[in-house]
């Protein structure tokens, strides 16, 4: 494993956790998004995240400082990665805009240089072939909080050279992740495989009515041993992106899913209430309850 220069391109939240992350491990990272507007918001969003390293690895400020200075900002594809061995794609989960992403990227990026995409829904396979370095292309997925939640799943398509495939193995625990490999092919990965079952239970129990949003947390939480709950933990995703998948089932003709996406709009995204990100979606954040333990 030769990775020196990462390049993270596009820098949402995750994405700009993933940047953060990697620089905080002594990697030099470049940070792309798509204009001025962007990168600014993306510079904000990071500079948040040291206080929180700082409390989280007992560190000093003038640590994570270091980290912050490791990276460099832009809005022009071709000069972010001039140098880079390999770029973290964190681009919006559509499939159009990754597409022409990675037709892009594959003509402005150096011979050398590996992509992975960090894609929460689509599969590598989707990619490939506009990536124009099939071989050279994999997943690499990270958890929301991913200085906590440190796990890295790394899946290969099926045209993926084995080498390619150890590597960001090697990488993924280099940036202080526990690495998960994938040997096929899996919509929702390892982890979204286990926990959106998990979440969707727990939006039908309250949407029919079964129960209310703390007797389901406290159940699981007693019950299992979990730290926190289903609906704590959609607190944390982002009450938008468990709306959107709610939509999503519910324009297959799904009835149950359509009772779903109506409440978390109309009771919740439509009054404010996102989650964490907001300071209330199913729990308020101004006193945090016990319960969530966030």
């Not at 990697?27 to 600014?40: L, P, Q």
């Not at 200085?147 to 940036?175: C, Q, R, Y």
């Not at 727990?202 to 709950?229: F, M």
């Amino acid at each position: 494993m030769n990775y020196k220069n990462i390049t993270v391109a596009g820098c949402g939240v995750l994405g700009s956790q993933i940047a953060f992350q990697i620089a905080f491990k002594g990697f030099d990272v470049a940070v792309y998004d798509v204009n001025e507007v962007a990168v600014a918001k993306a510079q904000e969003r990071i500079s948040k995240l040291k206080p929180r390293y700082q409390k989280h690895f007992k560190v000093s400020e003038e640590e994570v400082d270091q980290a912050f200075n490791r990276l460099s900002f832009y809005n022009d594809l071709s000069l972010a990665v001039a140098e880079a061995d390999l770029v973290i794609e964190a681009v919006p989960e559509v499939v159009q805009i990754k597409s022409d992403f990675y037709k892009k990227l594959g003509q402005v990026a150096p011979e050398k240089t590996i992509f992975a995409t960090n894609s929460s829904t689509l599969l590598p396979s989707q990619f490939a072939e506009d990536t124009g370095r099939p071989e050279k292309f994999l997943a690499l997925h990270f958890a929301n909080q991913i200085w906590v939640s440190n796990t890295a799943e790394v899946m290969k398509h099926p045209g993926t050279d084995p080498e390619v495939f150890d590597d960001m193995l090697e990488f993924a625990k280099a940036i202080g992740m526990v690495a998960l490999p994938l040997h096929k092919e899996q919509p929702g990965y390892i982890l979204n495989s286990l926990l959106v079952p998990l979440l969707e239970a727990a939006e039908l129990l309250l949407v029919n009515e079964i129960s209310d949003v703390e007797s389901i947390d406290k159940t699981w939480q007693i019950a299992t041993g979990a730290p926190k709950g289903p609906f704590a933990t959609l607190d944390i995703i982002g009450i938008t992106t468990a709306y959107n998948i709610a939509k999503a089932k519910a324009e297959t003709g799904n009835p149950q899913f359509v009772k779903v996406a109506e409440l978390l709009k109309t009771e919740y995204i439509d009054k404010g209430k996102l989650g964490i990100a907001t300071g209330e979606g199913f729990y308020h954040y101004k006193k945090k309850p016990d319960l969530v333990n966030v």
